[in-house]
């Protein structure tokens, strides 16, 4: 064989030996490359559930902020009903009287914006999930289980119980 069939020989081998590193090398990339991706996946999942997690948690702090402020609110809202009900007759028609009443439906407005809303109970049965019985007494003509009276109005905001109404009932 002539030198020059050697070499075009051995040049051969040499390419096809590249030729299989070369694959090689190309299989090993891919192989990366979906490990990366996957671990690409799964990262972004894992961040996507953390965020979603995150979210819940502001909204779960900014409903106990809500409930709790409203809370305060209704208090002051009680004791401006309670002073409206013992307002003497005479003085009712003066015009600081009246002022200082309008405030009760701003109450009543700001309440129904915010998802507030009372309870109604007077008469109803009771319902431990609505009302609270505080006391127990002799319900001249009426059932069993039937509210005698509302002693502090209950609250629902958005749909959930925030304060029962706690309430006399009919033995």
Same mark, same amino acid.
């Given at each position: /064989?002539?030198?020059?069939?050697?070499?075009?020989?051995?040049?051969?081998? +040499?390419?096809? #030996?590249? @030729?299989? !590193?070369?694959?090689?090398?190309?299989?090993?990339?891919?192989?990366?490359?979906?490990?990366?991706? &996957?671990?690409?996946?799964?990262?972004?999942? %894992?961040? +996507?559930?953390?965020?979603?997690?995150?979210?819940?948690?502001?909204? /779960?702090? +900014?409903?106990?902020?809500?409930?709790?402020?409203?809370?305060?609110? @209704? &208090?002051?809202? !009680?004791?401006?009903?309670?002073?409206?009900?013992?307002?003497?007759? #005479?003085?009712? %028609?003066? %015009?600081?009287?009246?002022?200082?009443?309008?405030?009760?439906?701003?109450?009543?407005?700001?309440? #129904?914006?915010?998802?507030?809303?009372?309870?109604?109970?007077?008469?109803?049965?009771?319902?431990?999930?609505?009302?609270?019985?505080?006391?127990?007494?002799?319900?001249?003509?009426?059932?069993?289980?039937?509210?005698?009276?509302?002693?502090?109005?209950?609250? /629902? @905001?958005?749909?959930?119980?925030?304060?029962?109404? #706690?309430?006399?009932? &009919?033995?």
């Amino acid at each position: /064989m002539s030198q020059e069939k050697k070499q075009d020989k051995k040049q051969k081998q +040499l390419s096809k #030996k590249r @030729l299989e !590193d070369l694959e090689k090398e190309v299989q090993e990339c891919k192989k990366l490359k979906e490990e990366y991706l &996957a671990g690409w996946q799964r990262a972004k999942a %894992d961040f +996507l559930n953390y965020q979603k997690e995150g979210d819940k948690r502001i909204e /779960m702090a +900014l409903n106990f902020i809500q409930k709790e402020w409203i809370l305060k609110i @209704l &208090a002051i809202h !009680d004791n401006l009903e309670r002073a409206r009900e013992h307002v003497p007759p #005479k003085i009712k %028609d003066i %015009d600081w009287v009246k002022g200082v009443l309008q405030i009760e439906g701003q109450f009543h407005s700001f309440f #129904k914006e915010n998802g507030v809303e009372r309870i109604n109970s007077e008469g109803k049965q009771f319902d431990p999930n609505f009302h609270e019985a505080v006391e127990q007494i002799e319900g001249k003509g009426k059932e069993s289980g039937t509210i005698v009276e509302v002693l502090e109005k209950g609250y /629902m @905001l958005n749909g959930r119980v925030i304060r029962p109404a #706690k309430v006399k009932i &009919a033995k």
